[in-house]
């Protein structure tokens, strides 16, 4: 693809998007499911594992999107931590389904509004559990998850980030 063809698909997506803002904003879904041991199985939809641009910045929908796959980060990060949090508290899980979601306005991302963020503007996890602990135990599980799952407080974090580039 060269830049008059991107250009080409992705300057109707522009236009809609400033007669329509709320047409750019989209939420994206990642879904996981605690598996065996210690593991998380996500649900991608995807056979394919090459990045591509996401259908609403005018790609084909064949290519991962990296939103998706920063979600899908966050659910198996969770999903793992939330099954070593069960085991080491003695919390019998007997099924447990993580969903993340993050609304994306893709206004941002194409440069039609500075107004709008380029990024995630809220992501939502949530826990679907079947276990027969206490409410006080279950809060525990997702408070001690929260605190201890990599991606998810590096998301809320927000670490100082460095860009470099070499010459090849």
Known sequence: MDSQ??????????????ENPESAVVTLTAKGRAGEGITCKLETGKTLSEAGLHPA???????????????????????VTLKAVATSLSINLKDAVIIAEGDLDFRGTLAVSKEAPVGFK????????????EKEQIESLIKLTERYCVVYQTIKSAP?????????
């Open 160 to 168: 100082n980030l460095t860009t470099s580039y070499n010459i090849m």
């Open 5 to 18: 063809q991107l250009r080409s698909i992705q300057s109707p997506l522009k236009e809609k998007y400033r």
């Open 57 to 79: 910045t005018g790609g084909d929908g064949l290519s991962l999107c990296s939103g998706d796959m920063l979600l899908e980060a966050l659910v198996a990060c969770a999903g």
């Open 122 to 133: 809220n992501i939502r996890l949530e826990f679907e559990l079947e276990t027969d602990a």
